[in-house]
Nanobody, 120 residues
Framework: QVQLVESGGGLVQPGGSLRLSCAASGSIFSINAMAWYRQAPGKQRELVAG???????AYTDSVKGRFTIFRDNAKNTTYLQMNSLKPEDTAVYYC??????????????WGQGTQVTVSS
């Protein structure tokens, strides 16, 4: 069993910053790609940023230059640093990770989500 636990969400004013964390635990042999998704009310879940095990990153166009994804492999944790936040960034943010488990299979796991609200 693998668990992803997110933290760091909250209410912030436009132009502010937040850092989200996602820690993986459980029956983990290795973690492959990790990513952050978000889902705003009435909209589909969208990929925000991803990072490979080697550190290659990718971002959706709307967050380029404002968000940074990085990871600490020793802690099985990924982070999303969000700067210059806008009201349209308001959403529930979900962590996703591809995990090779100690039992020898690979699967993708989701965190429970953390609310980010950007409002004055």
């Amino acid at each position: 069993q693998v668990q992803l636990v997110e933290s760091g969400g909250g209410l912030v004013q436009p132009g502010g910053s937040l850092r989200l964390s996602c820690a993986a635990s459980g029956s983990i042999f290795s973690i492959n790609a990790m990513a952050w998704y978000r889902q705003a009310p009435g909209k589909q879940r969208e990929l925000v940023a991803g990072i490979t095990s080697g550190g290659t990153t990718a971002y959706t166009d709307s967050v380029k230059g404002r968000f940074t994804i990085f990871r600490d492999n020793a802690k099985n944790t990924t982070y999303l640093q969000m700067n210059s936040l806008k009201p349209e960034d308001t959403a529930v943010y979900y962590c996703n990770a591809g995990v090779s488990t100690l039992r020898g299979y690979e699967a993708r796991y989701w965190g429970q989500g953390t609310q980010v609200t950007v409002s004055s």
